[in-house]
């Protein structure tokens, strides 16, 4: 089991500029959640999947930000135009049902610079 | 509506005994405990569903009372590999949604 797998580690980009971060749940899992993390508001749900189908999304910060699941083994979390506040941990989380009675299983992050 | 962790730190030596609280202002049906080090993900500890049922950790307990609307970490013994930021996340029933605290920073000196 490869766990959840986010890319990049790292990213690094100028105001304005479009970023996209990347995530490949563990296989067979049905529920895919984006979470931003910073020191001043902790961890936030952005946006959850449920069977590749956003449920709820008021997490979501602003029209800049937006998310999608083509398929069950991939989604992107995508932000256009980039501001500094964005500086941010975007972590990526699968879990085997869409029920909170079952764990998260979170990937490694990716650190996101916006200058 | 985020639950509320406290304390906020706590730095103890090694051996010792914590308890991690989490309080939520709305009625649940699961909490979630997880712990995360430094420049690490957050791994899962445990879940605690209303009803009694608990799932996870081997060597740490926790509780989780409905009618107050809150849970307590238990850390008993503890050892090095503790050290980390603890997060409570809270469920409420009917809903996918996992709301986390804003962590208890729990370090343990030798």
């Known amino acids: 089991d490869a766990g959840v797998i986010q890319s990049p580690r790292h990213e690094v980009t100028e105001m304005g500029q479009e970023v996209t971060l990347r995530c490949k749940p563990i296989s067979g899992h049905n529920s895919l959640f984006w979470y931003r993390q910073t020191m001043m508001r902790g961890l936030e749900l952005l946006i959850y999947?449920?069977?590749?189908?956003?449920?709820?999304d008021s997490g979501m910060p602003e029209d800049r930000f937006s998310a999608k699941m083509p398929n069950a083994s991939f989604s992107t979390l995508k932000i256009q135009p980039s501001e500094p506040r964005d500086s941010a941990v975007y972590f990526c989380?699968?879990?085997?049902?869409?029920?909170?009675?079952?764990?998260?299983?979170f990937g490694n992050g990716t650190r996101l610079t916006v200058t | 509506q985020q639950p509320v962790q406290s304390p906020q730190a706590v730095i103890l030596r090694e051996g010792e005994d914590a308890v991690i609280n989490c309080s939520s202002s709305?009625?649940?049906?699961?909490v979630h405990w997880y712990r995360q080090k430094h420049g690490e993900a957050p791994v899962f500890l445990m879940i605690l569903l209303k009803g009694g049922e608990q799932k996870g950790h081997e060597k740490i307990s926790a509780s989780f009372n409905e009618k107050k609307q809150q849970s307590s970490l238990y850390l008993t013994a503890s050892q090095l590999s503790y050290s980390g930021t603890y997060f409570c996340g809270t469920g409420p029933g009917g809903s996918e949604k996992l709301v986390f605290g804003k962590g208890t920073k729990l370090t343990v000196n030798p």
């Open positions: 709305k009625a649940l049906y699961s």
């Open positions: 999947f449920n069977n590749n189908v956003p449920i709820d």
């Open positions: 989380a699968s879990s085997p049902t869409g029920r909170i009675v079952s764990p998260l299983h």
